[in-house]
C-alpha cells in the first residue's frame, strides 16, 4: 500500500501547467509530483464541501481527508469520459460526507432505541426531538412560500452540498441569476420563519 505524499507547492519548471485531467492519469502512474499539485488545487473545495455537509468540522476535516487519500488511491479509476477530474473528486467527496452524515444519524437512533428499550429516555430528548420536529415542520411550510426556483436552488445547495457555480452549471443560468435566487430565498424564508426577530 502507498503511502499518501506530503502536499508540496506545484513548481514553474515548465510553462504549461497541466489539466487536473493530465494530473489524474499522472497520479494513476503513482507521481506523487501530480497528486501534490492536486491536492493544492482540489483541497479547498473537497474541504469546503465536506464542512457543508457534515457541518461539525472536526468530522468535516476527516471526510476531506479520506476523500483525498481516495483520489490518491484510486486515480486509475477516474474515467475522462464521464465529466472533469474535479467534479469527479467532488462527487467522491460528497458521497463520503453523505456516509459520514447517514452514519452519525443511525448511531444517534441506536443510542435512541437503547434509551428507550431501557426506560431511560430523559425529558431532554422528548422536548429536543418534539421541538425538532416543530422546527422542520415550519421550515418546511416556509420553503413552499418560495418561488420553484428559490426552492430548487437552495434545496441543491444546502441539501445537495453543492457550490453556487455548480448550482448555476446543473440549471444552466447564470451565477448571478443563482446568487440572486438564493439572496432573495434566504430573505423570504428568514422573514417566514422570524429568525432575527
Sequence with gaps: MRALPEPGRPGS?????????????????????AFASLYDLLAPRVCGLARRVVRD???????AQEALVEIWRHAARFDP?????????????????VDRVRSAQAGAERES??????????????????????ERQQLRH?????????????AMAYY????????????????????????????RLRDCLGVGR
Excluded at 468540522?57 to 471526510?63: D, G, N, R, S
Excluded at 416556509?142 to 437552495?154: A, F, G, P
Excluded at 448550482?167 to 434566504?186: E, H, I
Design 142 to 154: 416556509c420553503l413552499k412560500r418560495l418561488t420553484e426556483l428559490q426552492h430548487e436552488s437552495i
Design 160 to 187: 445537495g452540498g453543492l457550490t453556487y457555480p455548480q448550482v448555476a452549471s446543473v440549471l444552466g443560468v447564470p451565477l448571478a441569476t443563482v446568487k440572486t435566487r438564493m439572496r432573495d430565498g434566504l430573505i
Design 57 to 63: 468540522p472536526a468530522q468535516a476535516e476527516e471526510v
Design 13 to 33: 519548471a515548465d510553462a504549461t501547467t497541466p489539466t487536473p485531467e493530465e494530473l489524474m492519469a499522472r497520479i494513476a502512474r503513482g507521481d506523487e509530483d
Design 81 to 97: 469520459g464521464r465529466g472533469s477530474a474535479i467534479a469527479w473528486a467532488l462527487t467522491l467527496t460528497h458521497r463520503r460526507a
Design 113 to 134: 432505541r437503547v434509551a428507550a428499550a431501557s426506560g431511560e429516555i430523559a425529558f431532554d430528548q422528548v422536548s429536543e426531538a418534539t421541538l425538532g420536529r416543530l
